[in-house]
């Protein structure tokens, strides 16, 4: 009884952290491709800013950079380019 309880309790554990390190892992320095300039960027923290600036101006609520239609990706990418971090 004892052994099922601790084998249980060390799945658990392991399904946390691996849910952990794979949900940071997907947004923190992904590289994706810009399809406008034809170049990469790296998906940060400061991209994360971005974007979230980028839908605040346009009031929209805020949703996953990846399921946004190719047409919305687009539209941000020239946005971005527009739209430099400052220094």
């Known amino acids: 009884m004892r052994q099922t309880k601790n084998y249980r309790l060390s799945i658990l554990l392991a399904a946390a952290c691996a849910s952990t390190a794979l949900g940071t892992g997907c947004v923190a320095g992904v590289g994706l491709y810009d399809p406008v300039y034809h170049d990469r960027h790296r998906w940060d923290d400061r991209e994360d800013r971005a974007y979230r600036r980028y839908l605040s101006d ?30």
Do not use: I, L, V
């Open 58 to 87: 346009r009031e929209e609520k805020y949703g996953a950079f990846r399921s946004r239609s190719a047409d919305d990706q687009r539209d941000y990418w020239r946005w971005r380019h527009e739209h430099p971090d400052q220094p």
